[in-house]
């Protein structure tokens, strides 16, 4: 990624792709219809008022494309009428049934037996499949990959295809991997103008922390979509050259021109604003984040950060122990509270509300 001059980005009227991300940052209600009676969204009125040839492009592109659909309906209907006519001949010809059977006519319908057993082979077809479903499911699920040793899974796979964690990490996971961040770079690619979001995120024990990228843009659909492009590790001291390096080389991982980001929003960190400043990327500050960092203050004013702290103190006592988690656990049955300690993090203020209800 080339390192931009730091020129200012002005918010044009007269520009529909900052207009667009402009909607997109600002409010939600923009992009979907209120109504019946209010079919449009507010991109859509913009592009026929502002940009009439843009908006009649627009339109005859999805008239074609519902044109298509139709066409394609209609096919798939006229083919189930014929092959349905064809077999209700066949089952009414009296000449049918007298015609000699011959390999030729279940050639193209039944697999041979050698055909049916190498679809289970370790690279048959059929194997892939459950591979790719079972990678899906732990990924969708979001579950551990030592899920595939559970001795239930595992029982329930050998009898489709013996497989093994390894083969999942280093073979099935890798090239899901691959189509999926390709399809993300084809649509990004596709994209006019992306924004950014970046964040750090640490593990509660302060081991590990990841610098998180996620995209913005609006699709073909003209509506407003997001991906996670990158949870890449920070190594280190987090220092505003190291981010900007590390973003430097997603944005040009998945080929991102500097020209193309019309915007990257952060938190108030002093690394995050100097990293955006060092490539040259025009910044915000994220609203959330300003806004839960006026939360916790608002509790420090009312003294409840002195409460918040002992309920801590408490809940980790009560972790340690076996047998003040059991009493705990019999007084939560008790008041009807759920089985569930949550300790106040403070990136998210409504946990410690929840806390306080307790």
Not at 82 to 105: G, V, Y
Request: contains cysteine; glycine residues 4%; positive net charge.
């Amino acid at each position: 990624m080339g390192i931009r001059d730091g020129r200012n980005f002005e918010l044009r009227a007269s520009s529909f792709e900052n207009f667009a991300f402009f909607e997109l940052r600002t409010s939600s209600f923009g992009f979907g219809s209120k109504s019946a009676t209010f079919p449009k969204t507010c991109l859509r009125e913009h592009l026929q008022r502002h940009h009439p040839d843009k908006y009649d492009q627009l339109t005859k592109e999805e008239e074609k494309a519902n044109d298509v659909e139709k066409t394609n309906g209609q096919q798939s209907i006229q083919t189930l009428l014929l092959a349905s006519t064809s077999t209700d001949r066949l089952c009414l010809s009296p000449t049918t049934a007298k015609m000699p059977r011959n390999e030729s006519q279940f050639s193209s319908s039944q697999p041979t037996i050698v055909k049916s057993f190498s679809q289970w082979s370790s690279d048959g077809e059929m194997t892939k499949k459950v591979d790719h479903a079972v990678m899906r499911l732990i990924c969708s699920a979001s579950l551990p990959l030592s899920f595939v040793e559970d001795q239930a899974l595992k029982n329930l796979l050998s009898i489709l295809a013996p497989i093994s964690r390894r083969h999942f990490t280093s073979d099935v996971l890798r090239k899901l991997y691959v189509k999926v961040k390709a399809r993300v770079k084809a649509d990004i690619f596709k994209a006019d103008f992306i924004s950014l979001t970046i964040d750090g995120w640490s593990s509660l024990e302060g081991k590990h922390s990841l610098l998180s990228v996620t995209v913005h843009y609006i699709d073909s659909k003209m509506e407003p979509t997001f991906r996670v492009i990158e949870a890449v590790p920070i190594k280190g001291s987090h220092t505003g050259e190291k981010i900007c390096g590390l973003l430097s080389q997603v944005l040009n991982d998945y080929g991102v021109n500097a020209e193309k980001v019309h915007l990257i929003v952060r938190d108030n960190e002093s690394s995050m604003q100097k990293a955006t400043r060092i490539a040259g990327f025009e910044s915000l500050h994220c609203t959330a984040h300003n806004f839960n960092l006026c939360v916790w203050d608002g509790l420090k004013k009312l003294s409840i950060d002195a409460l918040l702290e002992k309920i801590k103190k408490s809940i980790r006592k009560i972790r340690k122990s076996r047998v003040l988690g059991d009493e705990f656990s019999a007084l939560q049955d008790e008041s009807g509270i759920p089985q569930r300690n949550n300790g106040p993090v403070e990136q998210r203020f409504s946990n410690a509300r929840a806390i306080l209800r307790k």
